[in-house]
Structures are given as C-alpha cells and as structure tokens.
T-cell receptor, first 114, second 115 residues
Framework: ETGVTQTPRHLVMGMTNKKSLKCEQH?????MYWYKQSAKKPLELMFV???????ENNSVPSRFSPECPNSSHLFLHLHTLQPEDSALYLC?????????????FGPGTRLTVT | AQSVTQLGSHVSVSEGALVLLRCNYS??????LFWYVQYPNQGLQLLLK??????LVKGINGFEAEFKKSETSFHLTKPSAHMSDAAEYFC?????????????FGQGTTLQVKP
C-alpha cells in the first residue's frame, strides 16, 4: 500500500472527449506531481504542486489542465487529446522541502487515445 | 547542469548472477539519491535511498547501492538475481536547492533475468 491512489486505472477516450484523472494521497504530504511515462521514453515531469499552488509546468500542452483543490487531491483534466498522448500517467507526492524524503507513487492510469 | 544518467538501457543476467545497474549524477550540491523499481503497469516503488548518513545503503529485496562522491556514482547491486527481479529500474536524484521536492530521473534500465 503506497498511500497514493489513482482512478481510473485504465481509460480509453476519443480525441473529442473530455475526461479527468484523479489522484489522492493519505500521507499528509503537501507537494504533488504529475508524470507522463511513454513507451521507450524517460519519465517526464508534467506539473508540480506545492501547498496547492502550481510551481512548475514543464511546457505541457494546454489540452492538459491540472487542478489541486486541496493538499490530498490532484486532478488532471483532459480534452481534445492526440494519439501521442497515450501513455501511463503517474501521480506522486512528497513532503514539502523534502530533502532526503522520497516521492511516493500511485499505480498510474493507462490512457489510450483513439 | 544537474542530471542523472543510467548507463545501459537493457541489462540481462542469468538467475543467480550478480546484478549491477549503473547510475551517475551531476550536481552542484550534495545530492539525495534514490533507486526505484517499476513492474509492468504499476507505479514506481522505492528500493533504497542515500541521504548522506551512510555511503553503503541497503534496500528491499536484497538490493544495495554505494554512494561514491569521487566517481559521482550510485550503482545498484544485488549478489544473486531472482526471476522476480525482472523489471524497470530508475535512478533519481534531488540535486538542487529547490524546496518543491522535485526529482530528476534517469532514463531507466530494463533488467532481464534468464533462467
């Protein structure tokens, strides 16, 4: 049990759909992260939230819209995606000012865009 | 520039053989370093971490890693590979003074274990 849950675990959506990915952590952390993991590519950091404020946005297209309503929840809203957006989307959390503290990862959402 | 580099995208060993996965880092400040393992269609699980308390770090599943500042390395080893060790392994580092907890990940190494 990692303490970080993600729903749904699998999602198939068309390019015109709108869907949301949800991440929840029960670890008392106040930093949360979205990563994209594509086949044959390194892990890509998409967004960083610290104390519910977005502190990093790594040139992610606007069709991905994150939301952090409180320190326990993180969403990734998806609209008009492209087939190349198909990937495993991972959420993670850590304490703020983490020093030697690790990030805890959820199991991921496998997204397929058709 | 701060970076984490894993040498070798694929490593293949026989069951019972030594596992050695290589990781080098580049950092302007003393780093915190981590090894994660990922099984298919799952998230990343922490194997071990270096936080300056000891240069030889022992982790779960019989893995260990040694921090060598002179070589800027943090290689992962296991004396005897099991079939269940087949997975993707990621080295990661907290290399700067950022307080967001951000990690820099290496490219990953796929470990294959042959019977």
């Amino acid at each position: 049990e990692t303490g970080v849950t993600q729903t749904p675990r699998h999602l198939v959506m068309g390019m015109t759909n709108k869907k949301s990915l949800k991440c929840e952590q029960h670890l008392g952390h106040n930093a949360m992260y979205w990563y994209k993991q594509s086949a044959k590519k390194p892990l890509e950091l998409m967004f960083v939230y610290s104390l519910e404020e977005r502190v990093e946005n790594n040139s992610v297209p606007s069709r991905f819209s994150p939301e952090c309503p409180n320190s326990s929840h993180l969403f990734l809203h998806l609209h008009t995606l492209q087939p190349e957006d198909s990937a495993l989307y991972l959420c993670a959390s850590s304490p703020l000012g983490a020093g030697g503290a690790e990030q805890y990862f959820g199991p991921g959402t496998r997204l397929t865009v058709t | 520039a701060q970076s984490v580099t894993q040498l070798g995208s694929h490593v293949s060993v026989s069951e019972g053989a030594l596992v050695l996965l290589r990781c080098n880092y580049s950092s302007s400040v003393p780093p915190y370093l981590f090894w994660y393992v990922q099984y298919p269609n799952q998230g990343l699980q922490l194997l071990l971490k270096y936080t300056s308390a000891a240069t030889l770090v022992k982790g779960i599943n019989g893995f260990e890693a040694e921090f060598k500042k002179s070589e800027t390395s943090f290689h992962l080893t296991k004396p005897s590979a099991h079939m269940s060790d087949a997975a993707e392994y990621f080295c990661a580092g907290r290399l700067g003074s950022s307080n967001t907890g951000k990690l820099i990940f290496g490219q990953g190494t796929t470990l294959q274990v042959k019977p």
